[in-house]
């Protein structure tokens, strides 16, 4: 079964490698913001002062720059007041937007955001501190595959479609990449996370496929306002509904990761509990589990996509238009395609996970379970002899009579001879014998 499970995820493996290095930019020079027509600079500045004294509904915001060429210069920006505008307060750390060619003058910035570098610091500090409280080794080993998670979508798939590559191939093959190195980084190289790869690797092709086929069906075309404003930045042709494909698989990846892994554990520790179950025992214990994790799985696929899509759903309401307009808005359809298609990948992941991982832990030898760890030894403390007491004297046979004892006159003591005799009422005398005249 290890030989099977090598044959299959090899060559996926060696495919997906390959794929990476066709599809990554070798030798392009991808054009800075400068040299695509966005010429403002950042600039870190410190509210200093406040006044309502520039006309209705504005303010001017006093900053003192911190970096820049004017650092140190202290400057007024209007800025609008009102319902939708940010209020602003005396230390608050912000970001200026550079766009002129005098440093000193007002009319070259503008308050674009705030900062809030420090407060993200201690958020993820936090949530790396309970992710090892918990986890310990596997919950650092888990950090690693979120920061190498990381990696390849900032130095792989960003760059490969920004230099034009097809969105959907580069998809892919960034999400097998993260997928086997934080499966196995995580999870350790086994049979049973190997089982877990092949069937994220299923779902996931079945994702691609049924996203490129309803994308096409209902006419997406990926144009909303971000991926409109990247086109017109970027000058050069991008296949806008392949870049909605592309998020698409790796929005679903994270939580295909979950079910798989959870599934495919399940099927062991059932197998570990019972070596006597069959392959058909096994799935069908594995798929109830599944329908359990199922229901709340696609639950949270469809919030997570309905609270990024919130505002855009509020101001479409607003405007008057019927439910059946609504969703079938370009918006809203695309969004919809996403939350089904993921959908229909996460339920399919749980039979298909769980039919592999019970046909190869059924040919497994059962391994023992991990013994607890014994607890701390208590100090012993031994415990003082108690002293010796003298013996007690055996009390001796009491004698006598006690007739007429009264306990309230104090213990009963035994009375000397002479004064028990006194003591003692007189017997009558025997009657003598007569003596016989004989």
């Known amino acids: 079964m290890r030989t099977l499970l090598m044959w ?18 070798f030798g392009h020079e991808q054009k800075t913001g400068a040299q695509v ?16 004294n520039c006309g209705e509904k504005c303010v001017a915001i ?53 900062q809030r570098g420090w407060s993200l610091w201690v958020l993820a500090l936090l949530f790396a501190a309970a992710v090892l409280l918990l986890g310990r080794w596997q919950g650092l080993a888990a950090l690693g595959a979120l920061l190498l998670s990381f990696v390849v979508l900032v130095l792989f798939i960003m760059p490969s479609i920004l230099a034009g590559e097809n969105p959907l191939m580069v998809a892919v093959v960034g999400a097998g990449l993260i997928m086997f190195m934080v499966l196995y980084l995580t999870h350790g190289i086994s049979a049973r996370t190997s089982t877990a790869v092949l069937g994220t690797l299923v779902s996931l092709a079945l994702i691609g496929v049924l996203g490129a086929l309803f994308s096409a069906a ?21 296949d806008t509904r392949g870049l909605l494909l592309a998020g698409t698989l790796i929005g679903a990846l994270g939580v295909l990761d979950d079910v798989t892994v959870t599934q495919t554990s399940a099927v062991w520790e059932l197998r570990r509990a019972n070596d006597k179950l069959t392959w058909r025992e096994l ?23 309905a609270g990024a899509a919130l505002p855009l759903l509020l101001a479409i309401s607003l405007a008057g238009r019927s439910m059946g307009e609504i969703l079938t808005a370009q918006q809203i359809a695309q969004e919809i ?66 007739f007429g004892y009264d306990a309230d006159k104090g213990p009963w003591e ?12 007189a017997r009558p005398a025997p009657p003598a014998r007569r003596r016989s005249s004989d």
């Not at 035994?414 to 009422?425: L, V």
């Open 283 to 305: 799935f069908a214990a594995g798929s109830r589990i599944g329908r359990d994790h199922m229901s709340s799985v696609v639950n949270t696929l469809v919030m997570a996509y």
């Open 62 to 114: 006093t900053v003192r720059m911190t970096d820049g060429a004017a650092n140190g210069q202290s400057i007024t920006i209007p800025s609008v007041n009102g319902p939708g505008a940010p209020s602003f307060r005396i230390g608050d750390e912000v970001v200026l937007s550079y766009a002129g060619s005098q440093p000193q003058a007002a009319e070259s910035y503008q308050i674009v955001d705030f």
């Open 218 to 238: 209902a006419k997406l075309t990926g144009l909303d306002e971000d991926t409109t404003n990247l086109v017109t930045i970027l000058g050069t042709g991008i």
């Open 8 to 25: 299959l995820l090899v060559p996926l493996a060696l495919a997906t490698i390959i794929g990476a290095a066709l599809l990554y930019p």
């Open 337 to 402: 395609v996403r939350t089904l298609v993921g959908s229909i990948g996460l339920v399919a992941a749980i039979p298909v996970t769980t039919a592999l991982a019970a046909l190869v832990a059924v040919r497994q030898e059962v391994a023992p379970a991990p013994e607890p760890e014994p607890e701390p030894e208590k100090p012993t403390v031994k415990a003082r002899k108690p002293a010796p007491q003298p013996a007690k004297p055996r009390p001796a046979r009491i004698e006598g009579d006690l």
């Open 37 to 52: 027509g966005l010429h403002q600079t950042p600039v870190a500045a410190v509210v200093t002062g406040l006044a309502e």
């Open 414 to 425: 035994r009375p000397s001879a002479p004064r028990a005799r006194r003591a003692a009422p």
